[in-house]
């Protein structure tokens, strides 16, 4: 079945590589079309399209292929297109004429707009909850090693005293600045796209404001070209959101896979976090934290992903837009795949706590000396002249303890003020009152 057929036949060959990953893909977006086309209907039934009586059958049929897809029983058969029409199918198998009248007002493109909107406020949502998690678990881990020196680099070299506290810490506040991206991506897709047609509107009388509240919608696409230019621009945006959150989680991976090995020992990974070699009795791959890299990696490329397929497209619709799908959801899916596995595996990292013990970091202290000679009234440049000649010379020590007190620095972590930053920045998603007001219409 085809929402645009008129009785022709199609090639076999030109269908299967229209369909594409349609008949797949599209299970990830039925229970949001099944949404969209509740709202649909129940604005049509107030403007005269449909009849009370048509709504009240279509209603309760719609909730019952929800369920199905709830319960995973939902499928798109063999010969039909996409989830839009298997949908439409079902309904008008079941209930007859009135399961045709359910496309009155609407284009598969505002269908598809709609449907990837209400998906990508979902993922938000699922997205932000386990950067929440995460954030939790970097953020105790900060507070539990607070006191737990180690070394800083820069230029991978020995540089200054760091701590387990300032490093864990950094990337929960590091986190902060990504949910600002997903926070602004969310606003940008909770606008609501339907009514738009094929991207010019309709003659029909359409509520517009209605469906947009019924859908939990914070606003309206107004100008109907403009809601047909968000394909594209949409995933783009989502795009740079997915870059952000993969740059911090990547980079985590990259220390800690730095970290884990002999010539650091700086935290051990758990047995079951690593895996061994088939010829080396004593390894322990950090596999798991390599494969966090690596699809972190491949997912900052998803903004240019986008940016080729859609980049060079002229207003209006086109089959290219059908693509994005096959490079976004993948995205969406491998990105929350490691965050789960960064949040399963962070708290049972085994840190070392007597890292500095160890000669070779003798020389980290060499700042803090400076710093003691320019608080006696040393002038700068000439207390860095004398450690370096210490060092030169081979008779630089350090004894006694750091103090660091300002804001953000190794003794003065500032745990309560960068969770009083990241709760601020969650607290803007308004998930209840956008996605819950969906969600009540399959109730």
Request: proline residues 3%; contains cysteine.
């Given at each position: 079945m085809k929402l645009w057929s008129k009785n022709q036949t199609t090639n076999e060959l030109v269908e299967k590589f229209t369909i594409g990953q349609d008949n797949v893909l599209d299970l990830q977006l039925a229970k949001f079309d099944v949404q969209g086309t509740l709202a649909h209907i129940e604005m049509l039934a107030s403007i005269g399209l449909l009849t009370q009586e048509e709504l009240a059958v279509l209603q309760p049929e719609?909730?019952?292929?929800?369920?199905?897809?709830?319960?995973?029983?939902?499928?798109i058969e063999d010969g039909v297109e996409d989830v839009h029409s298997q949908i439409e199918l079902q309904l008008t198998r079941t209930l007859g004429d009135a399961g045709k009248k359910i496309h009155s007002g609407r284009s598969r493109n505002d269908q598809v707009l709609v449907d990837l909107r209400l998906f990508f406020r979902s993922e938000i949502r699922e997205i932000a909850g386990l950067t929440g998690e995460l954030f939790e678990v970097l953020l105790a881990q900060s507070g539990e090693h607070q006191n737990v020196l180690m070394p800083g680099y820069t230029h991978t070299q020995?540089?200054?005293?760091?701590?387990?506290?300032?490093?864990?810490?950094?990337?929960?506040?590091?986190l902060a600045d990504d949910l600002r991206l997903w926070r602004s991506v969310f606003d940008i897709v909770n606008q609501n796209p339907l009514g738009s047609a094929a991207g010019y509107g309709s003659s029909f009388p359409l509520d517009r404001q209605m469906t947009t509240r019924l859908l939990g919608f914070n606003d309206l696409n107004y100008n109907v070209i403009h809601a047909q230019l968000g394909r594209g621009?949409?995933?783009?945006?989502?795009?740079?959101?997915?870059?952000?959150?993969?740059?911090?989680?990547?980079?985590?991976?990259?220390?800690?896979?730095?970290?884990?090995?002999?010539?650091?020992?700086?935290?051990?990974?758990?047995?079951?976090?690593?895996?061994?070699?088939?010829?080396?009795?004593?390894?322990?791959n950090p596999d798991v934290f390599e494969l966090i890299r690596g699809r972190c990696n491949l997912l900052q490329n998803l903004p240019?992903?986008?940016?080729?397929?859609?980049?060079?497209?002229?207003?209006?619709?086109?089959?290219?837009?059908?693509?994005?799908?096959?490079?976004?959801?993948?995205?969406?899916?491998?990105?929350?795949?490691?965050?789960?596995?960064?949040?399963?595996?962070?708290?049972?990292?085994?840190?070392?706590?007597?890292?500095?013990?160890d000669e070779k970091y003798r020389h980290l202290y060499?700042?803090?000396?400076?710093?003691?000679?320019?608080?006696?009234?040393?002038?700068?440049?000439?207390?860095?002249?004398?450690?370096?000649?210490?060092?030169?010379?081979?008779?630089?020590?350090?004894?006694?303890?750091?103090?660091?007190?300002?804001?953000?620095?190794?003794?003065?972590?500032?745990?309560?003020?960068?969770?009083r930053k990241f709760e601020a920045v969650m607290a803007g998603f308004d998930f209840e009152g956008s996605i819950g007001m969906a969600e009540k219409l399959v109730e």
């Open positions: 719609l909730k019952k292929i929800y369920r199905e897809i709830e319960a995973g029983n939902f499928t020995v540089a200054m005293v760091s701590s387990f506290g300032l490093w864990f810490g950094a990337y929960a506040e590091t621009k949409s995933e783009q945006s989502l795009g740079f959101a997915v870059a952000a959150l993969s740059a911090t989680l990547g980079k985590f991976a990259a220390d800690v896979c730095l970290f884990n090995s002999q010539n650091f020992s700086f935290l051990k990974l758990p047995d079951a976090f690593t895996t061994g070699s088939s010829i080396m009795p004593h390894k322990k240019q992903q986008v940016t080729s397929l859609a980049g060079n497209l002229t207003s209006g619709y086109h089959r290219d837009f059908q693509l994005l799908k096959e490079v976004v959801f993948p995205a969406l899916g491998s990105l929350k795949d490691c965050l789960r596995l960064a949040i399963l595996s962070i708290p049972q990292f085994q840190v070392n706590l007597a890292i500095l013990q060499t700042v803090e000396v400076v710093n003691r000679l320019v608080l006696e009234g040393v002038p700068f440049r000439e207390a860095y002249r004398q450690v370096g000649q210490m060092v030169e010379n081979g008779t630089f020590a350090f004894e006694g303890e750091i103090q660091h007190t300002h804001e953000g620095s190794v003794g003065n972590l500032c745990l309560p003020e960068i969770r």
